[in-house]
């Protein structure tokens, strides 16, 4: 048997086969015979699979997506008009992708977004599959937008809305080693320590005599104004305020390691009211 034989005999064979499918659909639109579902089903079954096989990821298992498809695929069954003369799989596989669509947005995303959003995930998915195929390797994003008629920004979003579907728990081993330790205890977090032993080293280097010390602390601690420690004190305003500015500096120079006198050069009043409010 020649080539042009084996093509003609399978061009028959799959004739024969749909017409044998119509039948069964016809005989099931009227019956509702549960007999005749299951073979439709068993008949389908490949079609269900390959739709499926366009949502594999490795954070969701193959068998959970075939059986959704599986699932549309009944429904697709129970649906089907045969007095609209249109081939089953022109109906069945927009069902049977409505379903595993639906399956995503409602179980597999991690973090609730909008659903226009999830479905882009879904079309850069399929695009991305198709295009991987045709090219031999990952397209750009470019290309996507290309495929799908959307902007390369649009992609981009896409693709960083699709880190939703794969967060992990904190709880989870941070390698694949089940003995390694969990991710959270691999989080750093600020150790506010450091920060006040090295503020109490600048202040022991400062050399603030008594009298600034006093008035840094009715400043900032007691959140007394200049005039009312200049009361209290029985000083003026302007002389609270330069000893303020004096103290300032010197911690300004423990802290940068600078000379005392070149801190209070670079301390002018209006940066040391500035350091009062920071401080404050």
């Given at each position: ?273 500035g350091n009062e409010g920071r401080l404050r």
């Amino acid at each position: 048997m020649g080539p042009r034989e084996d093509g003609d005999s399978r061009e028959r064979d799959l004739a024969l086969r749909r017409e044998q499918e119509e039948i069964l659909l016809r005989r099931y639109a009227s019956t509702r015979d549960a007999a005749l579902r299951e073979e439709l089903v068993r008949r389908f079954m490949p079609l269900a699979r390959s739709l499926a096989l366009r949502y594999r990821r490795r954070t969701e298992s193959l068998d959970d997506l075939i059986q959704v498809a599986n699932l549309g695929l009944v429904k697709a069954i129970d649906g089907f008009d045969t007095a609209h003369g249109r081939p089953f799989a022109a109906y069945a596989v927009p069902t049977i992708l409505g379903e595993l669509r639906r399956h995503f947005r409602d179980h597999v995303w991690n973090m609730r977004l909008p659903r226009s959003l999830q479905e882009l995930t879904m079309r850069l998915d399929e695009a991305t599959t198709a295009l991987t195929e045709e090219l031999g390797r990952p397209p750009t994003a470019a290309q996507i937008a290309e495929r799908l008629g959307i902007s390369a920004e649009e992609v981009l979003e896409g693709l960083e809305a699709a880190h939703a579907r794969r967060t992990l728990s904190l709880d989870a081993p941070r390698l694949a080693d089940e003995e390694s330790l969990p991710a959270v205890e691999t989080i750093a977090d600020a150790e506010l320590g450091y920060d006040r032993v090295e503020a109490q080293l600048a202040a022991e280097r400062a050399g603030l005599d008594d009298r600034e010390w006093l008035v840094l602390k009715m400043r900032f601690a007691d959140g007394l104004t200049q005039l009312e420690i200049g009361r209290m004190l029985g000083v003026s305003q302007m002389q609270i305020s330069r000893i303020s500015r004096r103290a300032l500096g010197k911690l300004l120079g423990a802290v940068q390691g600078e000379q005392v006198s070149a801190a209070l050069e670079r301390v002018s009043p209006r940066q040391a009211q500035g350091n009062e409010g920071r401080l404050r």
